[in-house]
């Protein structure tokens, strides 16, 4: 048993370009969610059907998590935030479908989308703060605290993006173990476990530590 | 297990193609439609209360009109009932008032009738009155004359026969 992104081929046979199982998968999802929303869009009604209600509650219930910790910024926001939310969300439930696997039990994928939180946020201090708040602020609250702040930063991204990953692998790599052992019976509630239930907390708290990095960014 | 490469950057890549897609195709029109809904609702809800405030409007109004209608019915009936009754006593003191007239009127014509049967009456009794007395006079003569003739009558008796009586 080898966990893991397996690559299948490489991209114009060059070693370096790897194209892995959860890229396909990550590359399939992303078509499949603009599809969606190319759809959904077309059939966009002021009442909605069943489906765009859905996606109404689950963009509100975004948009709120936001406001909630960048008050009157939730829609300036949503893009970023909401498509953490449904990229990362859609991707850990991804493996359930038979033959796929989910994205996000790559690390490649979790670390990059939390680079990117990462240096958007850095981004967004700078634009807010200025850049010598910005730099004043890793001296803070004394300035032998300068190498615990830039530490402390640099293991945002890093522990941002090991959790979910960290949490996706072991939680397959403990259903991979049961199919071994238990193939009939144990696996079901466990994928309900793993792939549900434990996934959707794990969104949900990667999408929320986006949002307070972002917002301890900006925030004086 | 972990070996960073350049999925990394082909899925940041992913990522912002799906951001900027979702943001075209989702979260733009979405909040567009969410946006015309609020829109829609505040707009209804806004129509409503509006509509709702005009008709309690109208109600006061039709019930002011209502009550000012009712009053002014009530002072037309007191009105109506008020000259009604002027007019009933204005026929009653008329009718009175054709009744005196007409009692006097009566009475003038029985003084007069009665002032002619007085005349009248009078004229009769001279009238009779001297035929009364004519009469009497008449017999009167008569009587005497009667008187007279018996006398003669007698006296000549007296002469013839007398004397054999």
Redesign the interface.
């Given at each position: 048993m080898q966990p893991g992104p397996k690559v299948l081929a490489y991209f114009l046979g060059n070693e370096n370009l790897p194209i892995t199982d959860t890229l396909l998968a990550s590359w399939l999802l992303v078509i499949l969610l603009i599809l969606f929303a190319y759809i959904l869009k077309k059939r966009l009604k002021i009442v909605p059907g069943r489906i765009q209600a859905a996606v109404e509650i689950i963009l509100a219930f975004v948009e709120s998590q936001i406001e909630s910790m960048l008050p009157g910024e939730g829609r300036k926001f949503l893009p970023f935030i909401g498509t953490i939310f449904i990229f990362v969300g859609v991707s850990t439930v991804f493996g359930l479908i038979p033959g796929l696997v989910n994205p996000t039990g790559d690390i490649n994928t979790t670390l990059g989308m939390a680079l990117m939180v990462f240096l958007y946020s850095q981004y967004l201090g700078i634009k807010r703060k200025g850049v010598g708040t910005y730099i004043k602020g890793f001296f803070e609250p004394i300035f032998l605290m300068f190498p615990m702040n830039v530490l402390g930063e640099l293991a945002k991204p890093i522990s941002h993006s090991f959790r979910l990953f960290g949490n996706v692998v072991g939680g397959g790599i403990i259903i991979t173990l049961l199919y071994q052992f238990f193939p009939w019976f144990i696996p079901v509630p466990l994928h309900f476990w793993f792939d549900i239930f434990s996934a959707f907390i794990q969104v949900l708290i990667f999408g929320m530590i986006a949002i307070s990095y972002i917002s301890v960014a900006i925030s004086d | 297990?972990?070996?960073?490469?350049?999925?990394?950057?082909?899925?940041?890549i992913?990522?912002f193609?799906?951001?900027y897609?979702?943001?075209r195709?989702?979260?733009q029109?979405?909040?567009e439609?969410?946006d015309?809904?609020t829109a829609?609702i505040e707009g209804d809800l806004k129509a409503a209360a509006d509509e709702k405030e005009e008709a309690r409007l109208l109600k006061e109004q039709y019930e002011a009109e209502m009550a000012r209608a009712r009053e002014k019915a009530l002072e037309i009936i007191a009105e109506a009932e008020m000259r009604g009754k002027e007019r009933a006593r204005e026929i009653i003191n008329e009718a009175k008032e054709e009744a005196r007239r007409i009692r006097e009127k009566n009475l003038e014509e029985i003084q007069l009738a009665r002032e002619e049967a007085r005349a009248q009456l009078k004229e009769e009794i001279a009238t009779i009155s001297l035929f009364i007395a004519g009469k009497y006079l008449q017999e009167q003569l008569q009587k005497e004359q009667q008187l007279q003739l018996i006398e003669k009558y007698i006296n000549s008796l007296d002469r013839g026969k007398l004397g054999e009586v």
């Open positions: - | 297990m972990i070996n960073i490469n350049w999925t990394l950057i082909w899925n940041v992913n990522f193609i799906l951001m897609l979702l943001k195709f989702l979260y029109p979405l909040l439609v969410l015309k809904r829609k």
